[in-house]
């Protein structure tokens, strides 16, 4: 079973930047389709980004379009989220999605990447 493991959430100011990672326990990502999804209090879970397996298309959220970027690390075997320009809004719990499939749009990242493996989650805050 894939497990999934993130890193790299903290708290940070308001113009700052982060970088969290996804890796899986006895697996390399290389093979799947990877997103990050954020979840806030009172709000429904929110697609963020995501990288396809094949092509390595990626796809994001408006709001984070410009100034968040994922990738895959070296070798292929993590996930990587470059955040800048860090706003408040863009604080929650970060959770790394594996799906085995391809993600070719937006919609499917919405609906078909949270059909797979979820990591525990790890909190970003933007605070002063």
């Known amino acids: 079973q894939l497990r999934l493991v993130e890193s790299g959430g903290g708290l940070v100011q308001p113009g700052g930047s982060l970088r969290l990672s996804c890796a899986a326990s006895g697996f390399s990502l290389a093979e799947y389709s990877v997103g990050w999804f954020r979840q806030t209090p009172g709000k429904e879970r929110e697609a963020i980004s995501c990288i396809s397996r094949l092509d390595d298309a990626t796809y994001y959220t408006d709001s984070v379009k410009g100034r968040f970027t994922i990738s895959r690390g070296n070798a292929r075997s993590t996930i990587e989220l470059q955040m800048n320009i860090l706003k408040p809004e863009d604080a929650g719990v970060y959770f790394c999605?594996?799906?085995?499939?391809?993600?070719?749009?937006?919609?499917?990242?919405?609906?078909?990447?949270?059909?797979?493996?979820w990591g525990p989650g790890t909190q970003v805050t933007v605070a002063p």
């Open positions: 999605v594996a799906v085995g499939a391809r993600i070719i749009s937006d919609e499917a990242m919405r609906t078909l990447l949270p059909r797979g493996a």
